[in-house]
C-alpha cells in the first residue's frame, strides 16, 4: 500500500536554483495537494488540483508552480529558491474536493535552501 | 475564509493522565471537522473526524465532539501513553473546500 509517494525526502539547494518536487498517489483520487509546514505555522497550502486538468492557488502561492502531469501525479516547482522557501513540504491526495472525505498525505519533503 | 484556533503547546502529561486539546475554529458555512495526528519524522494520517452536529469521532481511545453552538471540536483522551507523544492538527473542511490547519500542539508524554 504505496498510498503518496513524495520525492526526494531530502533536498539542499543554493539561493537561486530550481527544483521539482513530485508527488504520486496510486489510490485513484481525484484531488491532489501541496501544503509547506514551518515551525509555528501549522499547514499552509500552496497549491491544489481538485481535478485533473484544473490547479488552483493556495494561501502561499508565490514563488512556486506546479503541474497536475495526469491522475496519478503532482509536481512542484521552486524556479528560483529562496531561503524563505526553506520548510517540509508534504503533498496530499483526496478522492474528490467534498467536505466530509479525509485526505492522504505523503511522508515528506525536507528542503533547505542555503 | 475559515480558521482555526488550536491550544498552545507543548503540552506534557505523565502516562496514564487525562488529555485535552482544544480547539475552535470560525467558518462560513457547516464544515466537517478532522483531527490530524503526526508523529515524529512522518506525515499526516487521519486520527477521528465528525461530519455534522453532536457527531463524535473516536478512533485509538481518542473522541472530539462537534459542537455547533460553540464551534468547537476539543480532542480528548482519557489515559495517554508515550506513545501517544505527537502533533495534533484540528482542520475544518467546508462544502468543495480544502482542509485548514490549526498550528498544530505538540503533546509529550513522559513515563
Known sequence: ?114 | GDSVTQMEGPVTLSEEAFLTINCTYTATGYPSLFWYVQYPGEGLQLLLKATKADDKGSNKGFEATYRKETTSFHLEKGSVQVSDSAVYFCAPRERYSTLTFGKGTMLLVSP
Open chain 1, 1 to 114: 500500500n504505496a498510498g503518496v509517494t513524495q520525492t526526494p525526502k531530502f533536498q539542499v539547494l543554493k539561493t537561486g536554483q530550481s527544483m521539482t518536487l513530485q508527488c504520486a498517489q496510486d489510490m485513484n483520487h481525484n484531488s491532489m495537494y501541496w501544503y509547506r509546514q514551518d515551525p509555528g505555522m501549522g499547514l499552509r497550502l500552496i497549491y491544489y488540483s481538485a481535478s485533473e486538468g484544473t490547479t488552483d492557488k493556495g494561501e502561499v502561492p508565490n514563488g512556486y508552480n506546479v503541474s497536475r502531469l495526469n491522475k496519478r501525479e503532482f509536481s512542484l516547482r521552486l524556479e528560483s529558491a529562496a531561503p524563505s522557501q526553506t520548510s517540509v513540504y508534504f503533498c496530499a491526495s483526496s478522492e474528490a474536493q467534498w467536505q466530509d472525505l479525509e485526505a492522504f498525505f505523503g511522508q515528506g519533503t525536507r528542503l533547505t535552501v542555503v
